[in-house]
């Protein structure tokens, strides 16, 4: 069962285009993510979001950058995409207090042109 | 580098057989997950084990930690063609935060 949704699927974008993309949780976490996965599928964070506050950035270029409008909801903006931005972006949520384990959407899949 | 390079696999299997995936860390963890992906899909959680523990079982699943060695492993008992995805294991490392390593692709022939 879905709990964690992400809108669109998929994207096909031009160079220099801005693409937002939508995650949405209703297992009432407080902490959600953004991951990129590549097409060797490695799994690299992003963003997490807690309370709406940034509490980790792992050096992604600015033209990344989160947005989120409540603890239920993480937007994931790119100014001027690149090529190299094609990969596959999956959402994610935890609660603190655990093990860290997380709940991923299905992930939206963006190929820059 | 959080990973040792066996970490990156793919393995091929008949329907009925039994596998091993391994994973081996670098830093300290509380904890290992273990995820499989299915293809078009998220990764979904299907173990975690602890360091105070030493196996745990789910299923037709079983996961070892070995925190002298940093090491993990993932075994599937009489493999079926559903249990065909990419499964990751992952830790939280010294900041809390999940790492996931390389992934191993597993591909069980009917």
């Known amino acids: 069962e879905t709990a964690v949704f992400q809108t669109p699927n998929y994207h096909v974008t031009q160079v220099g285009n801005e693409v937002s993309f939508n995650c949405k949780q209703t297992l009432g976490h407080d902490t959600m993510y953004w991951y990129k996965q590549d097409s060797k599928k490695l799994l690299k964070i992003m963003f997490s979001?807690?309370?709406?506050?940034?509490?980790v950035n792992e050096t992604v270029p600015r033209r990344f950058s989160p947005q989120s409008s409540d603890k239920a909801h993480l937007n994931l903006r790119i100014k001027s995409v690149e090529p190299e931005d094609s990969a596959v972006y999956l959402c994610a949520s935890s609660s603190t207090g655990g093990y860290y384990e997380q709940y991923f959407g299905p992930g939206t899949r963006l190929t820059v042109l | 580098s959080q990973w040792g390079e066996e970490n990156l696999q793919a393995l091929s299997i008949q329907e009925g057989e039994d596998v091993t995936m391994n994973c081996s860390y670098k830093?300290?963890?509380?904890?290992v997950h273990w995820y499989r992906q299915d293809s078009g899909r998220g990764p979904a959680l299907i173990i975690l084990?602890?360091?105070?523990?030493r196996e745990k079982r789910s299923g037709r699943l079983r996961a070892t930690l070995d925190t002298s060695s940093q090491s993990s492993s993932l075994s599937i008992t009489a493999a079926q063609c559903e249990d065909t995805a990419v499964y990751f294991c992952a830790t939280t490392g010294n900041t809390g935060k999940l790492i996931f390593g390389l992934g191993t692709t597993l591909q069980v022939q009917p």
């Open positions: 830093t300290y963890t509380t904890v």
């Open positions: 979001y807690n309370n709406k506050q940034l509490i």
């Open positions: 084990i602890r360091s105070n523990e």
